[in-house]
């Protein structure tokens, strides 16, 4: 049999974003996984579960020549990350997927390399994500396909120009904890309703990937998917009638609107 050596993806910065892009990457079971993150017992621990190498510094990262590079650092410490990536050769991919941190910044630093800038959100960690992403427009047609590829092993990739991965950072990224705050909501009341808890848990995650999947295959507005829901004197109209008179349309506007900020 052949020992035949897989690729190399190196993330850098194994926080909430960094460990559910590895645990995205783990489940593919066709990529070699480096990390390098500052020395911190929790990320220790994560690579004897996850079987990453972990490194402390960029130079041990650059050394290894990885075809992929991940940035999951906090924003305000990626450019000086970036800095140290100089070296890289030029066929090496960095994503960064710090938010608000534009290209021009990161090229200005990541000279040699291909550089991408996406926003994902943590759904990447069972290959559900959504995945804004923005590249240069001196990215050649087979890099900017590479990138793609290579992402959408993790989720639904929405190619947009880079001003608008703030919004996509909002809506795709912040997205998933609003969503949890409603289901967390959901879940409150069906206990009250007599309903156990970990059965709530499942309906309701249940529903919300259900109503997720109907909207996608169907491309029917929310509206359309909403009136079909709500039969005449029915029980739902009476349940969206009480959203609307406790705001939670403004609610989920002004949600939006401070994330934003
Ligand atoms: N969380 C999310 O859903 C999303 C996050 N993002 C972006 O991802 C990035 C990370 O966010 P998030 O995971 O939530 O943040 P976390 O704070 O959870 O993770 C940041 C990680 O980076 C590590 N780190 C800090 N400084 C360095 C450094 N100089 N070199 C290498 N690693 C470093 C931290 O290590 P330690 O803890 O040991 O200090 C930590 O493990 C941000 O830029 C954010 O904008 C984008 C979209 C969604
Ligand atoms: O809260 C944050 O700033 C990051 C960016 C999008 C989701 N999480």
Known sequence: MTNQKRPLVAVIGAGNMGTAILKGLKNLNKYDLLVQNPEN???????????????????????KQPQFVILTTPAPVTLDVAKELKKLPASTFVISSAAGVPLHKLNRRITNSIVAAMIPNTPVAVNAGTIGLAMDANVSDKERATVVDFLSQLGQVIEVPEK???????????????????MDAMSDAAVAHGMNRQTAYQVIASMVKGSGALALATKQSPSAL???????AGTTIRGVMALEKHGMRHAVIEAVNKASD
Do not use: M, W, Y
């Open 164 to 182: 608008q991965l703030d919004i996509i950072g909002v809506v795709g990224g912040c997205g998933p904890a609003f969503v949890d705050v409603f």
């Open 226 to 232: 909403r009136d079909e829901v709500t039969s005449p």
């Open 41 to 63: 017992p929790r990320v220790s621990k994560l690579a004897g579960q996850l079987g990453f190498e972990l490194v402390h510094d960029n130079e041990a990262v650059v050394a």
